[in-house]
């Protein structure tokens, strides 16, 4: 079987059936955390609801002294909000359409174990790894409640992981130069799909392409043209969003319009690193920001584009004139990423916090013995610590919310499942050690002796 294969089919076992199942049954034993007769749907339903309406791609904004007002809108990129606005037309706006988003939401977390079980055995070559990533992903309780979100946690966990395997697979075909065109295409569908989900994910995108044009065990017009290909298919993909939103207002918005508002969230005077300040209250914009951002008025339909450009002017002002704080403040936010949020009353629980620091203690232990393998795609490991360092900058820039450490951890999950191959492998070599100390003393004759 070759190792870069996505879809294997000599591996069809029990063993490799159990996670999955365990991880869908755990995933639906979430639905009474999932408050499925009102859920929240954020954003995304709200946009689903007014298109079902008649109203197009818009979203609802209370602003000051305003009753609430519906406007045009790219604040969110269109993939979650898509996915809802098809369950919500196809079942109605009630509880069959809920349990749909919900079950949606299970099916993505069951792809997710079986897609991170096959990236383990890419990167390691192990069936045993391959085991213990399914099964670590299944039950992992951060993953578990991301099914009770319905929001877009779940479908990125997917999606990374898939992207990771996807980048990796490219790689070996155009080294072996077998595949390479199904391996290119699949790349960039992926990073394309990836990209109507997420708007940072043209960032990661590009890396990891940069990262594979430095490959020098490829021919390099082999890279090059993988590359144009698979970048080519991602724009293509992403092209119909990005047009509307340059007809609509008038600059080029591949991602959303939300970046401005997610910069003055992380950079200003009372910024914490965090969405919530100290109280535990989730930081909005005062009320002057408000006013300058009205412009022409509540009805303008420009209104979403101005606020983002007032805000980030204001963030970029701050950053300007407190370099020092700025910077301190991006430290703080990169801490906060890689532990857990202390200003969020979720994630400053004790469970929630020590679930966090054994979850990293054990990637760095798995980054540790990393070194010693003796298989491994240096490639994958590569891509993952570059979509990690990707991550933590994004996060140091804008700000920090649990959802974003949950896709972190997502993606160095390889790295927390070599961790607990190592705890498990020390557990039994010291349960061995101990049997056969036992074992030594009871077959001495002074010990035989007296059991006699």
Same mark, same amino acid.
């Given at each position: 079987?070759?190792?870069?294969?996505?879809?294997?089919?000599?591996?069809?076992?029990?063993?490799?059936?159990?996670?999955?199942?365990?991880?869908?049954?755990?995933?639906?034993?979430?639905?009474?955390?999932?408050?499925?007769?009102?859920?929240?749907?954020?954003?995304?339903?709200?946009?689903?609801?007014?298109?079902?309406?008649?109203?197009?791609?818009?979203?609802?904004?209370?602003?000051?002294?305003?009753?609430?007002?519906?406007?045009?809108?790219?604040?969110?990129?269109?993939?979650?909000?898509?996915?809802?606005?098809?369950?919500?037309?196809?079942?109605?706006?009630?509880?069959?359409?809920?349990?749909?988003?919900?079950?949606?939401?299970?099916?993505?977390?069951?792809?997710?174990?079986?897609?991170?079980?096959?990236?383990?055995?890419?990167?390691?070559?192990?069936?045993?790894?391959?085991?213990?990533?399914?099964?670590?992903?299944?039950?992992?309780?951060?993953?578990?409640? *991301? !099914?009770?979100? /319905? %929001? $877009?946690?779940?479908? #990125? =966990?997917? +999606?990374?992981?898939?992207?990771?395997? &996807?980048?990796?697979?490219?790689?070996?075909?155009?080294?072996?130069?077998?595949?390479?065109?199904? *391996? !290119?295409?699949? /790349? %960039? $569908?992926?990073?394309? #799909? =990836?990209? +109507?989900?997420?708007?940072?994910?043209? &960032?990661?995108?590009?890396?990891?392409?940069?990262?594979?044009?430095?490959?020098?065990?490829?021919?390099?017009?082999?890279?090059?043209?993988?590359?144009?290909?698979?970048?080519?298919?991602?724009?293509?993909?992403?092209?119909?969003?990005?047009?509307?939103?340059?007809?609509?207002?008038?600059?080029?918005?591949?991602?959303?319009?939300?970046?401005?508002?997610?910069?003055?969230?992380?950079?200003?005077?009372?910024?914490?690193?965090?969405?919530?300040?100290?109280?535990?209250?989730?930081?909005?914009?005062?009320?002057?920001?408000?006013?300058?951002?009205?412009?022409?008025?509540?009805?303008?339909?420009?209104?979403?584009?101005?606020?983002?450009?007032?805000?980030?002017?204001?963030?970029?002002?701050?950053?300007?004139?407190?370099?020092?704080?700025?910077?301190?403040?991006?430290?703080?936010?990169?801490?906060?990423?890689?532990?857990?949020?202390?200003?969020?009353?979720?994630?400053?629980?004790?469970?929630?916090?020590?679930?966090?620091?054994?979850?990293?203690?054990?990637?760095?232990?798995?980054?540790?013995?990393?070194?010693?393998?003796?298989?491994?795609?240096?490639?994958?490991?590569?891509?993952?610590?570059?979509?990690?360092?990707?991550?933590?900058?994004?996060?140091?820039?804008?700000?920090?919310?649990?959802?974003?450490?949950?896709?972190?951890?997502?993606?160095?999950?390889?790295?927390?499942?070599?961790?607990?191959?190592?705890?498990?492998?020390?557990?039994?070599?010291?349960?061995?050690?101990?049997?056969?100390?036992?074992?030594?003393?009871?077959?001495?004759?002074?010990?035989?002796?007296?059991?006699?």
């Amino acid at each position: 079987m070759t190792q870069g294969h996505l879809f294997p089919v000599g591996e069809r076992r029990l063993s490799f059936v159990w996670p999955l199942l365990a991880a869908a049954i755990a995933r639906v034993a979430m639905l009474p955390f999932a408050h499925i007769e009102n859920p929240v749907l954020w954003e995304y339903g709200d946009i689903a609801r007014h298109m079902i309406a008649g109203k197009g791609y818009s979203l609802t904004w209370v602003l000051p002294m305003f009753p609430p007002i519906v406007l045009p809108s790219a604040f969110m990129p269109p993939g979650e909000t898509l996915l809802q606005y098809a369950l919500l037309s196809v079942f109605g706006d009630g509880l069959l359409a809920y349990i749909a988003i919900f079950l949606v939401q299970v099916a993505c977390g069951v792809a997710f174990v079986y897609v991170i079980g096959r990236l383990l055995r890419v990167l390691f070559g192990s069936r045993r790894l391959q085991l213990i990533a399914m099964w670590s992903v299944a039950l992992y309780p951060s993953f578990l409640y *991301a !099914t009770t979100t /319905f %929001g $877009v946690a779940s479908e #990125i =966990l997917l +999606l990374n992981s898939l992207f990771i395997l &996807l980048a990796c697979n490219l790689h070996e075909a155009l080294i072996n130069g077998n595949g390479v065109t199904a *391996a !290119t295409v699949l /790349f %960039g $569908v992926c990073a394309g #799909i =990836l990209s +109507l989900f997420r708007s940072e994910a043209p &960032l990661p995108i590009i890396a990891v392409l940069l990262l594979l044009l430095a490959s020098r065990r490829i021919p390099i017009r082999r890279r090059v043209s993988a590359a144009i290909v698979a970048a080519a298919i991602a724009t293509a993909i992403i092209a119909p969003w990005t047009i509307r939103n340059y007809g609509l207002f008038h600059t080029l918005i591949p991602g959303s319009t939300s970046g401005g508002f997610n910069l003055w969230k992380g950079n200003h005077t009372a910024a914490s690193g965090s969405a919530w300040n100290s109280a535990g209250v989730q930081y909005g914009p005062p009320f002057q920001l408000w006013i300058e951002a009205l412009g022409k008025g509540p009805t303008d339909p420009m209104f979403e584009l101005h606020f983002s450009q007032v805000l980030a002017t204001r963030a970029e002002d701050w950053m300007s004139t407190h370099p020092i704080e700025a910077i301190a403040l991006a430290g703080k936010k990169a801490v906060m990423l890689w532990s857990f949020d202390w200003y969020n009353t979720l994630s400053s629980t004790l469970t929630y916090a020590t679930l966090s620091l054994v979850t990293l203690g054990l990637a760095m232990f798995g980054l540790f013995r990393y070194r010693s393998l003796r298989q491994s795609n240096t490639f994958g490991v590569k891509v993952i610590v570059l979509l990690s360092g990707v991550y933590t900058v994004l996060a140091m820039v804008f700000f920090v919310v649990p959802r974003y450490q949950i896709f972190l951890v997502g993606i160095y999950w390889p790295f927390v499942v070599l961790g607990i191959d190592g705890v498990l492998l020390n557990v039994t070599a010291q349960r061995r050690v101990r049997t056969t100390s036992q074992e030594s003393i009871a077959n001495t004759p002074q010990m035989a002796e007296s059991l006699s």
